[in-house]
Nanobody, 124 residues
Framework: QVQLVESGGGSVQAGGSLRLSCATS????????MAWFRQAPGKEREGVAS???????SYANSVKGRFTVSKDNAKNTLYLQMNSLKPEDTGMYYC??????????????????WGQGTQVTVSS
């Protein structure tokens, strides 16, 4: 059974930083496409950052230069480092994995497995 568990969310003032983690287990493959998504109240889920199976990355324009996605294969853990946070970054953040060797993608349909989410709140 594949499981993804996010952690690291919280409340922070604008300009601050947070690092989200996503512990994965049960996935057969050691190489896979992964991504972080977020969803604000009343809005659609949007892709924030992605890393393909071969390490290529893709970021939403709104977070380029501020967010960094990474993966620790030894720990089976995904990370999202978020710097210079803005109030518009507020939302529930989800990690997702799928498609071994797939390219980076910010489309929800590209992913098979999802975590339950961790809340990020940025105040002005």
């Amino acid at each position: 059974q594949v499981q993804l568990v996010e952690s690291g969310g919280g409340s922070v003032q604008a300009g601050g930083s947070l690092r989200l983690s996503c512990a994965t287990s049960g996935y057969t493959y050691s190489v896979y496409r992964m991504a972080w998504f977020r969803q604000a109240p009343g809005k659609e889920r949007e892709g924030v950052a992605s890393m393909g199976g071969y390490g290529t990355t893709s970021y939403a324009n709104s977070v380029k230069g501020r967010f960094t996605v990474s993966k620790d294969n030894a720990k089976n853990t995904l990370y999202l480092q978020m710097n210079s946070l803005k109030p518009e970054d507020t939302g529930m953040y989800y990690c997702a994995i799928g498609d071994p060797y797939g390219r980076a993608s910010l489309q929800p349909s590209a992913y098979e497995y999802w975590g339950q989410g961790t809340q990020v709140t940025v105040s002005s």
